[in-house]
Nanobody
Framework: QVQLVESGGGLVQAGGSLRLSCAASGRKFSTYAWFRQAPGKVREFVTA????????FYADSVKGRFTISRDNAKNTVYLQMDNLKPEDTAVYYC?????????????????WGQGTQVTVSS
C-alpha cells in the first residue's frame, strides 16, 4: 500500500519557523512537491524537488523563506519554513510522482498525503 504521511504542522507566530516532513512508503518516487490550500482558495503549488535533490523550484511567494530537501535513504521529503507570515496559513499537502521532472501542476501528481495544518498568527 502506497502512503504519504505528513507531519510537523502546527501553530506558530509570524516570523517563526516550522519543519514539515513527508514519509513515503510502498514505493519510491522520483519527484516530490508541496502544495497548500487556504480556506476558500484553490490548492497552490509551493515547491518541488527532483530525484536527487539537485533541482528545486519554488513559488515566488515562498522563495528565500522555504527550503525543500529529501533523504532518499529514509524515503522522506522535508519542507523547512522560515520567516512565516499569516498568509502562509493553509493545509499543506505532500505530493509525489514517478516521472523524473518537476511539475507545478497538481493534477500531474498521482500520490498525495492527507495534509497537515499550518497556522501563522500575527
Amino acid at each position: 500500500q502506497v502512503q504519504l504521511v505528513e507531519s510537523g504542522g502546527g501553530l506558530v507566530q509570524a516570523g517563526g519557523s516550522l519543519r514539515l516532513s513527508c514519509a513515503a512508503s510502498g514505493r519510491k518516487f522520483s519527484t516530490y512537491a508541496w502544495f497548500r490550500q487556504a480556506p476558500g482558495k484553490v490548492r497552490e503549488f509551493v515547491t518541488a524537488i527532483n530525484w536527487n535533490g539537485g533541482r528545486t523550484f519554488y513559488a515566488d511567494s515562498v522563495k528565500g523563506r522555504f527550503t525543500i530537501s529529501r533523504d532518499n535513504a529514509k524515503n522522506t521529503v522535508y519542507l523547512q519554513m522560515d520567516n512565516l507570515k499569516p498568509e502562509d496559513t493553509a493545509v499543506y499537502y505532500c505530493a509525489a510522482r514517478t516521472v523524473p521532472y518537476i511539475s507545478t501542476v497538481n493534477t500531474e501528481y498521482g500520490y498525495w498525503g492527507q495534509g497537515t495544518q499550518v497556522t501563522v498568527s500575527s
